[in-house]
């Protein structure tokens, strides 16, 4: 008996030094070891907890390992099917879930009860989570050993291309009334244009018929598949979602979809899986009787790494303001881990907002539409609960590394300018003037009325929308200087920036400089010019 005793209490000191909790269940075990293999070579200590418990006993083993003060991450292994309690063999690769009463969004049709791994990494019972979670949904071991090659690849890859500076938006076209189409436009714009740094590129692929970012309607589908299929670090929906799709594309007369399960099986990713982050309803509602949308991409050999999404109804003001926080610490402060980042976010999502800013400006406007009584920190905090992470939370970010740009904050159309800086590593380099993202190189048609004739026209607006490119050069950088020159075109005009990218096979560089193009200087003047 002492003997016995002496075991579990050096379980309970090794347990306690973990910087990481495992919930996984024992037939998934060989599936999952090349993954522990793996976190354990890079310096991870793993505690695994049984998944036959019940979430109080598996949130009280969670926090007696965090009394040691190293815990970071808890990973849930196995899907949490609502059948479990009736069926002992799913019970017995199952991981069961959270569910919190729901307050805010049952407002607007909400069911009363919300879906959430947030309680496990809350380990004082304020809401806030205090460690990062992340849950990879497997139905089998042949599932979970699929997700587990996907994550080893990921950082694995040796692809430095130019998916690692890569975010690609797709949004729809709102419909959630005017207040609150106001409302996730202002995000949308905010995240795109501020949110995201020069230094990476963006797309846009947006179900407006009237906006240049819309492709053919009727190709919508195909454009939004191959845009995963690119490859990306991130990859952004927003707008309205269901357990199995997200919106349509509406047009006077008909409608075309966006994205559903089935899609799943076209995904082929031809460089690095994006992380895909569903803005919308619905879309990671886990434990449902049928998989939801998030767990079939997850699945797909093809399909994202990891999945950001909620479980139920989610509203644009707190979406927006998570949606914000997870892009800046990850594009702006480059968060090392993809759970660091969303454990960052949802702590920062309950900060009160400053007085100036986006955040600030994000609080007006919803303080402003809201229907009395508004409390949107208690939106926000429901939030926390809604939003989950369906993939390896210590999953580490691919970022390309930073390099110096330098070039005259301002030049006049037409003029060549100099641009010159300092990259950490060799290799293909290439030198971009681009514009601003809530600009475009080229007048769009407008258009007022919809025409099905003009149709076919759709798809090459769309593609020089999302070609900001005003010049380009490219050249062989050797020695981490560099110094190179551009024309800027007669026609270009207002805020631009300077963007370089270096590659080579052992890694990637990006940086960028912003840059106000004005229009050339009368004849007068560069006569004058000594």
């Known amino acids: 008996m002492t003997t016995v005793l002496l075991l579990l209490s050096l379980c309970a000191v090794a347990d306690a030094g973990a910087d990481t909790a495992v919930v996984c269940p024992q037939e998934f075990r060989q599936a ?11 310096g991870h200590r793993i505690a695994v907890i049984s998944n036959l418990q019940s979430p109080g006993e598996i949130r009280a083993e969670i926090r007696q390992i965090a009394v040691g003060g190293r815990l970071r991450y808890v990973v849930l292994v196995g899907d949490a099917d609502p059948a479990m309690d009736r069926d002992q063999a799913l019970r017995r690769r199952s991981v069961p879930t959270h569910h919190a009463k729901a307050v805010i969004n049952v407002q607007y049709g909400s069911e009363p009860e919300i879906a959430s791994d ?12 205090d460690v990062a979670v992340g849950r990879l949904t497997a139905d089998s071991a042949a599932e979970l050993a699929l997700i587990v090659r996907k994550i080893l690849a990921y950082e694995e890859c040796a692809d430095f ?8 938006f797709v949004a729809g076209l709102g419909g959630f009334g005017a207040v609150a189409d106001t409302l996730m436009e202002a995000a949308v714009k905010s995240l795109i244009t ?5 230094t990476f590129t963006t797309t846009m692929t947006y179900g407006n018929w009237q906006s240049p970012y819309c492709p053919d309607p009727r190709q919508f589908q195909r454009v939004t598949i191959e845009r995963l299929n690119e490859g990306s670090l991130f990859w952004v929906y927003l707008g309205h979602g269901q357990q199995r799709s997200v919106d349509y594309v509406q047009v006077p007369g008909g409608f075309f979809p966006i994205l559903s399960s089935p899609d799943a099986r076209q995904l082929a990713c031809r460089h690095g899986a994006p ?14 009787p049928r998989d939801c949308l998030a767990e079939d991409l997850l699945r797909s050999p093809g399909g994202p790494v990891a999945i950001v999404c909620g479980t139920r109804v989610t509203m644009p003001y707190a979406m927006a303001v998570m949606g914000t926080e997870l892009l800046n610490i990850c594009l702006v402060e480059r968060a090392e881990t993809l759970g660091a980042a ?12 400053g007085g100036v800013g986006h955040r600030a400006a994000l609080d007006a406007l919803a303080q402003s539409f809201s229907p009395p009584p508004a409390d949107l920190a208690a939106e926000r905090a429901e939030h926390l609960d809604l939003f989950n992470l369906l993939g390896d939370p210590l999953l580490r970010l691919p970022y390309p590394r930073e390099l110096e740009v330098q070039v005259r904050p301002t030049a006049a159309a037409g003029e060549r300018i100099a ?35 003009a149709l076919a026209d759709y798809a090459e607006v769309y593609q020089h929308a999302n070609q900001p490119r005003w010049a380009m050069t490219q050249l062989q950088l050797s020695g981490g200087q560099f110094g190179t020159h551009l024309d800027i075109p007669p026609q270009a005009r207002g805020a631009c920036h300077v963007r370089v990218f270096v590659e080579n096979t052992a890694g990637c560089a990006a940086g960028a400089a912003d840059l106000r193009i004005d229009p050339p200087a009368p004849a007068s003047a560069r006569a004058s010019r000594p």
């Open 342 to 353: 969303m454990l960052a976010a949802k702590r920062r999502t309950m900060r009160a907002a």
């Open 194 to 198: 501020a949110g995201v740094p020069a």
């Open 118 to 129: 947030n309680w496990y990494a809350d380990l004082d019972d304020d809401r806030i989570p």
């Open 419 to 453: 641009i010159s800086g300092r990259s950490p590593l060799d290799g293909a380099c290439t030198v971009e003037l681009v514009v601003r993202r809530d600009r475009l190189t080229f007048q769009p048609p407008r258009r007022g009325q919809f025409n099905p004739s």
């Open 161 to 168: 291309g130019v998916w690692r500076r890569q975010v690609h």
């Open 275 to 288: 992380i895909a982050c569903f803005l919308a309803c619905y879309s990671g509602a886990f434990d449902q």
């Open 32 to 42: 999952f070891e090349p993954w522990l293999e793996h976190r354990r070579e890079q």
